[in-house]
């Protein structure tokens, strides 16, 4: 390709707009933050939502669609949810996220911090490290 040429953009997913999906994918976040033991103000900002939005999903109102961002990051938080029930057996399967962690990746912090700091990027991280640990790439 030519240095000219501008690069190709990638695909634009298009919003969720499927009232079903959507409350699937909602419930699904809702729930992993709950089990997780994380505060309506940690799972709203872990899914880039006011706490009001935050409010609705949780009590199975919201009525809205879920962009690129949102899905992202719905992926996200429910692969982590997996690989830690596939990674432990015991108390670390919820109690992990909210953990200080003296790994590199954390510095003394919890996932949760880290995640909620470093947006999506961050989330793909911590993503990586559970499937890392468990033995995959």
Known sequence: MPASAPL???????PIRDRDQVAAIVK???????????????GAALFD??????????????NGNLD????TRASLLIGIYKGL??????????GWVRTDNAGPLFGGRSPAEI???GGIPAMMQVRQHIDALRGGN
Do not use: C, H, Y
Not at 8 to 14: F, T
Not at 49 to 62: D, H
Not at 85 to 94: A, E, K, M, S, W
């Open 8 to 14: 190709p953009q990638p695909e634009r997913m298009a």
């Open 28 to 42: 699904a976040v809702v729930r992993a933050t709950e089990a997780w033991g994380l505060t309506n103000a940690e």
């Open 49 to 62: 939502v006011p706490v009001a939005t935050w409010n609705r999903m949780k009590a199975e109102s919201f």
């Open 68 to 71: 690129q961002d949102k899905v």
């Open 85 to 94: 029930r596939l990674l432990f057996n015991g108390p670390l399967t919820f």
């Open 115 to 117: 995640m909620i700091r």
